[in-house]
């Protein structure tokens, strides 16, 4: 018990020490809670009681001159101000009502008409800022425009139609951007190589407010242009490379008799022969053969403002490799290692067509144009 009456009181102490300064501070909001949670425990508490009702006057005297200021003023985005003050009182004349010990000193003002007015107000304001920024009729004032009706909307959940106005100024607030690729090689391409190309999954890093497209739409005016120019397409010849090592393995090779220094066979203790297992080195050969072709594809990213003006360019060199490896042995099957038998299972395979490789390219290309334009997608909104 006196162990619970020292926490208590060592509680109550810091409790009453954070209030005090809080007070001095000019933080009466924070003071008034730390009374309120004290007095709760000692509702009589003389020092407290006349503390918090210090505390709780001045913060409305302040509070109130503060909103006639603000309404003096005149200016209609000062409602959401005014309409927070309000809220704040409110919540510190419910906070203190909860008491049992309500000073004598302390008054409750009622706020609720006046909190209800500068809410309807505050929300209009917002409504109708946000009415001017969508008629300007441009992306970035139509984002602003978005902002404003949200804010409507923490003030009423229906009122107008907000809902609709969000919808609006959400689509003029995005920035369309139109992918394609142009061919300079002079090759032909494989059938189908420019469309695989265009298949290249832009909406994944689609964001609120930048939607990519790579078939172009007759009703969008697209704000930026991404232009993937392939400038240049090598492939090498085909290339087999033979690299031969040889696995070597004992194995047991029947047996011998055991000789005495006189050339005769000796004897164990029950008069049986004595013999000795006999070993034998035995080697395989393995012929490895390392098949390899490489395809590069050399472009760049170009990306354009609605003006055609280039706003970055950006180099990427794609490079995909086919490589097979096989392997026969020649010798004694029985010396090869774990790794080796599983290459003498690979037999050769036909190369891939030059117009193979160029299409196997396409997936890497996909990827790292995707990775690029993530990368710059700050420029793009």
Known sequence: ????????????????????????????????????K???????????LNLLEDAFNIAKVRDLDRINILKQEGTPENWDQIFNIYSKIKTRQNLVKTLTNIPSGISFTNVNEDLVQ?????????????????????????????????????????YKDVDQKINEANSKGISYVLFNM?????????KGFEDEILKVSLTDINEK??????????????????NFRMMNILVSPEQMREKKYTDVDTIEDGWDYVLD???????DTAGNDIKVKKYAEIKCDIIETQQLKTTQVNG???????????LKNAPLVSETVFEHFSAKAIGNLNALKKESKKKIR???????????????????????????VYAQRNMLI
């Open 38 to 48: 004290k007095l709760r425990k000692k509702p009589d508490h003389f020092k407290t």
């Open 182 to 190: 142009t061919n300079e090689t002079n090759l032909i391409m494989p």
């Open 261 to 267: 220094k006189n050339g005769n066979v000796e004897k």
């Open 209 to 226: 407010w930048t939607r990519f497209h790579t078939n172009k739409q007759s009703n969008i005016n697209y704000d930026y242009q991404i």
């Open 118 to 158: 500068a809410k309807k107000n505050a929300a209009e304001y917002n409504y109708q800022k946000g009415i001017q920024l969508l008629n300007n009729n441009n992306r970035f004032d139509a984002r602003k425009a978005a902002d404003e009706f949200e804010a409507v909307k923490r003030y009423f959940n229906t």
């Open 1 to 36: 018990m006196k162990m619970i009456f020292y926490y208590i009181t060592l509680s109550l102490f810091v409790i009453s020490c954070g209030a005090k300064k809080n007070y001095t501070n000019g933080n009466y909001d924070l003071a008034i809670q730390q009374m309120v």
């Open 346 to 372: 690979n037999r050769p395979v036909p190369f891939p067509s030059n117009p193979e490789m160029i299409f196997r390219s396409s997936e890497q290309i996909k990827n790292m144009i995707k990775d690029i």
């Open 300 to 310: 760049s990213l170009e990306f354009y403002d609605a003006n055609n003006q280039l």
